[in-house]
């Protein structure tokens, strides 16, 4: 993982990153909102739990953790789920139904914790409210962003993700065309479905978060974007049109592996 850092006066961030093979870096975030409930959103890789358990240690107790917010169930958000709960006793698991019926088929989720969002449902923290968002893209029917009133951030899953060529601590530290480049390769594969749709339809899912103007974007797949949300829905109204994203077949996988083995 990478090193936590304060993000706005009351958020936290707990970014890691993924090697994409030929490609760059995908960022992993998860966040800690320090309302009067605190609430921790997402709970990173399973493969650096026991680091992801450390840094959240670093940034709150997790005893005082009232909610864990899980955007879905996808492996890069869930990766510490179980652990979280066991040391956050008094927190509920905050997540679409289907999110948490489709992990019950995993693990025994308690229930009895558990709340269930859909878009447009709200709960208040104490200091704010924060609203189930849907966000124009996402690789999972049980996404679920949140927009906090009182921030004005919205949490928006994997959307204005963006395979970028390092890791970095603000979207401002990207190059713009590498940027660029990397939300819209992002996009088309994480949402493939995106290329069926009419670009006229997509754009009043764009209006809706456009509507909203929230001043800064935490993905889950980016650094933090401050001030570049009308800049973010221009790149993502191209991603329609663009041409689709290939995944690397197995002529890529063998041009990896025989550079792999001759860089030993
Ligand atoms: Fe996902
Ligand atoms: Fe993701």
Redesign the pocket.
Known sequence: MDKPHQAMPDIEVLPAHFPIPGMGF?P?NAFVIKAREPVLVDTGMGGESEEFMKVLGSIIDPKDLRWVWL??D?A??TGSIQKVLEAAPSARLAANSLAVLRMSMAWPVPMHRVYWLNPGDSIRMGDRKLTAIRPPLF??PTAIGIYDDKSEAFFS??CF?GIIPSPAQNADDVKEGDLAQGMISWASA?SPWVHMVEPSEFSQALDRIRQIAPKMIFS??LPPARGKTEQFLKLLARVPTSTPFVAPNQTALEQILAQTRGGN
């Open positions: 995908l992993v955007t879905h996808d890069d958000h690789d999972n899953v994997d993700g994480d889950a797949h």
